[in-house]
């Protein structure tokens, strides 16, 4: 899937250049236009999920807060498509297809060593 950058001033990150979804390595690609690369797992892709059933509402926790072993079909990507500017929603094997995954989540939850790090050393109170 290309996209074009995004418009915003200052938050051109926040748009990707390029999304890849690849089935046979079950990987979710994200190219951001400060040249930076995220790569999901699908596995990884899908506990992500911020929508109201995964994640809860209303006080109450969501599928995935009950730490479910998930099934094949449940990390099946099956499409993934564009929600205005600021997203994207996958669609599972299993059916679920409510999670809207904004690129600033992507981002901020991207998995390479050098982000986990940046987010350690944030969560102990060490500058960057």
């Known amino acids: ?15 990707p250049t390029r999304i890849h979804a690849d089935r046979e ?4 690609e994200i190219e951001w236009p400060d040249g930076h690369r995220t790569v999901y797992g699908f596995e ?8 109201a059933f995964c994640r809860g509402e209303a006080g109450m926790p969501g599928w995935l ?7 094949p079909e449940q990390t099946r990507l099956v499409g993934i498509h564009l ?11 299993d059916g679920h297809h409510t999670g809207i ?6 981002r901020d939850f991207c998995p390479c ?6 987010r350690r050393a944030r969560e102990s109170g060490i500058p960057a």
């Open 1 to 15: 899937m290309s996209v074009t950058p995004s418009y915003t001033a200052g938050n051109e990150y926040l748009f």
């Open 25 to 28: 390595a079950r990987t979710l």
């Open 44 to 51: 990884q892709f899908r506990w992500l999920c911020p929508c």
């Open 65 to 71: 807060d009950s730490k479910p072993t998930l099934t």
């Open 83 to 93: 929600v205005g500017n600021y997203a994207v929603t996958p669609e599972w094997g």
């Open 101 to 106: 995954y904004a690129f600033q989540r992507l």
């Open 113 to 118: 060593p050098e982000d986990e790090a940046r």
